[in-house]
């Protein structure tokens, strides 16, 4: 290889360790190039998979910063480049090493260290970033129905009393004239005439208490269907693709305008 040549796989593979979460090397001898290639294309969107020079390696690992990588690089050498959730790489690495036992997973690097064998198969038996967002916002929405439940309980027992009022109110109307009716009930018989618009309030207050009744009601929903959006809305901002995708409309729209 020339020394051009040379410099330029130094650079790329320097740059690949910088823009990586994670790197895991791995040994491949006995695979085939079949194999090597089915396992690039399980890789497809995670990381990509690097067959390597073990000197070349050593500089760049150098110069990217990466210590304590050389004394492993030794025998066939490749390396995975994880671009993005680190436990899925390991995973995807992992699941395929059981298929293909002569893959080897030597060892990795991730936040500054070194990892060992068993510390790369650990991370893949960890739970992928989907799935501890997907728990992490079932756990929120529990929790924001739970503080539901305990602002429509007030609301729920206040529409029972309104109900309850109203009904006692058609049976009994003088509940609903309070005291004054009470007092005004001997003078009642000497002016029936008078007593007359008393017996249509319930009539009237009947409306009002349903009316009430369906402003709390009304309450309890908005109170629930705002949670609900709320909830959505943390679960679109978290998930990364929800990120790109609208980075890539934002960049279309760009390229759109420019033209």
Known sequence: MAREDKAATVAELAEEFRTS?????????????SQISQLR???QGVATYAVVKNTLTKIAAREAGVEGFDALLSGPSAIAFIKGDPVEGA????NFAKDNPLLVLK???????????AEVKKLADLESR?????K????????MSQAVSLFAAPLSQAART????????????????GAGVAAAAAPAEAAPAEAAPAEAAPA?????????????????????EAVEHAVEGVIESLTPHHHEASEGTSEEGKNQTEG
Request: proline share 2%; aromatic share 2%.
């Open 21 to 33: 979460t994670a790197a895991v090397l791995t040994e491949y001898r006995g695979l085939t190039v």
């Open 162 to 177: 309104v109900d309850a009022l109203r009904i006692k109110a058609e049976a009994d109307p003088s509940i609903i004239g």
């Open 91 to 94: 995973k995807s690495l992992k």
């Open 130 to 134: 989907e799935v501890l967002l997907s």
């Open 204 to 224: 009237e207050a009947a409306p009002a208490e349903e009316s009430l009744l369906e402003k709390v009601e009304h309450a309890a929903e908005a109170v629930v």
């Open 136 to 143: 992490l916002a079932g756990a929120m929405k529990a929790s």
């Open 41 to 43: 294309r399980s890789l």
């Open 107 to 117: 060892a990795g690097y991730m936040d500054g260290r070194v990892l060992d064998a």
